[in-house]
T-cell receptor, first 113, second 110 residues
Framework: NAGVTQTPKFQVLKTGQSMTLQCAQD?????MYWYRQDPGMGLRLIYY???????DKGEVPNGYNVSRLNKREFSLRLESAAPSQTSVYFC????????????FGSGTQLSVL | GQQVMQIPQYQHVQEGEDFTTYCNSS?????IQWYKQRPGGHPVFLIQ?????EVKKQKRLTFQFGEAKKNSSLHITATQTTDVGTYFC??????????FGTGTLLAVQP
């Protein structure tokens, strides 16, 4: 029972390159989330998926796209990476959206040069 | 939109001293959650508060939800080095989204 699994753990990109962060959960959760964490800024919600087949914008969606591939998997795509997207990215899941506790993956450290 | 302010940003204490972090929202909250993130780790859920004026305890940790459901606090009694990390509140409001506070980094000197 792995919980929430994120790949990769580390990534270095050049400005303008694209990449996809993968996330999978094995807890049969309905809701999944992508957060970014920057020093002094806390965790900011990028996108979330309340249930399979739906996605919604969070606080900072610009420059990102997401895909809820199935109930288990929720990917985050950077189409044209920018230095401002250098951050630690966390995927999370919960049984339901709203008032349920979140389970986080171990994070992806992304640097955009 | 909904904003959640957390203070202080950083707190350095001697082992054995108490520690408190505060979370304030501009809007009434439906619930508030607290998470702990160890250095280099990921946030881990600690507790959820739902009722106005609610107080919950976990060993040396005491969590409070304000009467107006706009603020919350986490108090640690007699800190230990294992308490080191960043403590986040996360507010649930009118939308489905959980909004995280900026976090309080706790350093404990042995």
């Amino acid at each position: 029972n792995a919980g929430v699994t994120q790949t990769p753990k580390f990534q270095v990109l050049k400005t303008g390159q694209s990449m996809t962060l993968q996330c999978a959960q094995d807890m049969n959760h309905n809701s999944m989330y992508w957060y970014r964490q920057d020093p002094g800024m806390g965790l900011r919600l990028i996108y979330y998926s309340a249930s399979e087949g739906t996605t919604d914008k969070g606080e900072v969606p610009n420059g990102y796209n997401v895909s809820r591939l199935n109930k288990r998997e929720f990917s985050l795509r950077l189409e044209s990476a920018a230095p401002s997207q250098t951050s630690v990215y966390f995927c999370a899941s919960s049984r339901l959206v709203g008032s349920e506790k979140l389970f986080f993956g171990s994070g992806t450290q992304l640097s955009v040069l | 939109g909904q904003q959640v302010m957390q203070i202080p940003q950083y707190q350095h204490v001697q082992e054995g001293e108490d520690f408190t972090t505060y979370c304030n929202s501009s809007t009434t909250l439906s619930n508030i959650q607290w998470y702990k993130q160890r250095p280099g780790g990921h946030p881990v859920f600690l507790i959820q508060l739902v009722k106005s004026g609610e107080v919950k305890k976990q060993k040396r940790l005491t969590f409070q939800f304000g009467e107006a459901k706009k603020n919350s606090s986490l108090h640690i009694t007699a800190t230990q080095t294992t308490d080191v990390g960043t403590y986040f509140c996360a507010a649930g409001g009118a939308t489905n989204k959980l909004i995280f506070g900026t976090g309080t980094l706790l350093a404990v000197q042995p």
